[in-house]
């Protein structure tokens, strides 16, 4: 079955200290996309980043990085220096080509950064 | 620019009561996913739709239906609103049948069903 876990329900870190959010997924297709949105306290869901299955390579952009493994089923996202904007619900999620692509996300962390 | 909207932002009904809640958007993408935001749940998928006249049920999609007639617009209805689907509804759009793209999200509908 598809499902995305993401046991850190709220984490809260004072600002520039490094925060990592954890994504444990399950699926059976070869073929799937992972994805990480946020959803600051405005409500809207942004795209954070994309990776597919078949490139297991980690990812940096800034002060964001992901670190994707296969072999134990993990797309965790990292936080370096973290800053008070970065407080938001960041959501993992999970689309396999099986189900035509439906996207199945996690519940969610909630992150609070204080200055 | 693109955008997806959704109308109304905010919306009280009565138990009982027929709602539909807009949603357009003008990337001109193919797909159209309507979800729904509980706290402990994260998104869950109500219906969806790859193009137009084609819709498909998600894995709540008990009480609520939606129609595609066009590339831009995917109403959600609810057809007799009940207090568990008080919730923030959000709908969001995506290219592409054959790769899984990002989504592009509206601002959410707020309902409350009392």
């Known amino acids: 079955a598809q499902k995305v876990t993401q046991a850190q329900t709220e984490i809260s870190v004072v600002e520039k200290e490094d925060v990592t959010l954890d994504c444990v997924y399950e699926?059976?297709?070869?073929?799937?996309?992972l994805f990480w949105y946020k959803q600051p306290p405005s409500g809207e869901l942004v795209f954070l980043i994309r990776?597919?299955?078949?490139?297991?390579q980690n990812e940096i952009s800034g002060r964001y990085s992901w670190n994707f493994q296969k072999s134990t089923s993990s797309f965790n996202f990292t936080i370096t220096a973290s800053q008070v904007v970065d407080s938001a619900v960041y959501f993992c999620?999970?689309?396999?080509?099986?189900?035509?692509?439906?996207?199945?996300f996690g519940a969610g962390t909630r992150l609070f950064v204080k200055a | 620019d693109a955008e997806i909207t959704q109308s109304p932002r905010h919306k009280i009904t009565e138990t009982g009561r027929q709602v539909t809640l807009a949603c357009h958007q003008t990337?001109?993408?193919?797909?159209m996913f309507w979800y729904r935001q509980d706290l402990g749940h994260g998104l869950r998928l109500i219906h969806y739709?790859?193009?137009?006249?084609?819709?498909n049920k998600g894995e709540v999609s008990d009480g609520y239906s939606v129609s595609r007639s066009n590339t831009e617009d995917l109403p959600l209805t609810l057809e007799s609103a009940a207090s568990s689907q008080t919730s923030v509804y959000f709908c969001?759009?995506?290219?592409?049948?054959?790769?899984?793209?990002?989504?592009?999200f509206g601002p959410g509908t707020r309902l409350t069903v009392t």
């Open positions: 969001a759009s995506s290219e592409g049948t054959l790769v899984s793209y990002e989504q592009y």
């Open positions: 699926t059976r297709d070869t073929t799937y996309y």
């Open positions: 990776r597919n299955s078949f490139d297991e």
């Open positions: 999620a999970l689309s396999e080509r099986r189900t035509g692509f439906k996207t199945i």
């Open positions: 990337w001109n993408h193919n797909n």
């Open positions: 739709s790859y193009g137009v006249h084609d819709t």
